[in-house]
């Protein structure tokens, strides 16, 4: 009587432990699988286009500073005025990108630390440790939060196409006012000493 009041009590304790690590059900963890994908490919996206905009704020900076160096002697009141106004568009062009890159670098902390938590839940999942209320939870709070990070990354794309056209547009103006200045140059008579 004694041992098989032992076995029940065993597989009752069994029973017990496996009700406490049950963890989410299948279709949740495919859930999870599928958002980790999408997440992954958020951020990659989001990583080209930040190089995207490293590159552009190294080339808007080289045009600035041409036209910081570019001489106004020789030039007519007519260029001088435009390379002002090129200057200007092309500082404005600048600050534009920069603006994204400070939104970028706080963006990118919080990206990091969402992707920990997500990784940091998954690992839970896996090992039984979150139940399917809990995990349905975690997963649902985290899609919204790349909701809100995709919005960001449209909203800078569509931004920096922009900020990008304005500044190629800039970049010509500086091209063939240059060129134009280099015209005037040589058909102006030369100075006598």
């Known amino acids: 009587m004694k041992a098989k009041f032992l076995v029940v009590s065993a597989a009752a304790a069994v029973m017990a432990l496996s009700a406490c690590k049950h963890g989410p059900s299948a279709e949740t963890m495919k859930a999870v699988a599928d958002f980790g994908t999408n997440w992954t490919t958020l951020g990659s996206e989001a990583t080209t286009w930040a190089a995207d905009l490293e590159k552009a704020i190294a080339d808007c900076d080289a045009e600035c500073k041409n036209h910081e160096t570019m001489s106004m002697e020789g030039m007519s009141e007519e260029l001088k005025a435009k390379a002002a106004e090129t200057a200007n568009a092309c500082k404005s062009d600048k600050s534009s990108f920069e603006a994204m890159k400070t939104e970028w670098d706080a963006f990118k902390t919080s990206w990091e630390e969402n992707t920990a938590a997500f990784t940091a839940m998954q690992e839970k999942m896996n090992k039984g440790e979150v139940d399917e209320e809990t995990a349905k939870k975690q997963l649902a709070e985290l899609t919204t939060k790349m909701e809100e990070s995709k919005a960001k990354v449209e909203?800078?794309?569509?931004?920096?196409?922009?900020?990008?056209?304005?500044?190629?547009?800039?970049?010509?103006?500086?091209?063939?006012?240059?060129?134009?200045?280099?015209?005037?140059?040589?058909?102006?008579?030369?100075?006598?000493?």
């Open 155 to 193: 909203g800078w794309k569509v931004a920096f196409t922009a900020a990008k056209e304005s500044c190629m547009k800039n970049m010509e103006a500086s091209a063939s006012i240059k060129k134009m200045a280099e015209e005037e140059m040589a058909k102006a008579p030369a100075k006598k000493k």
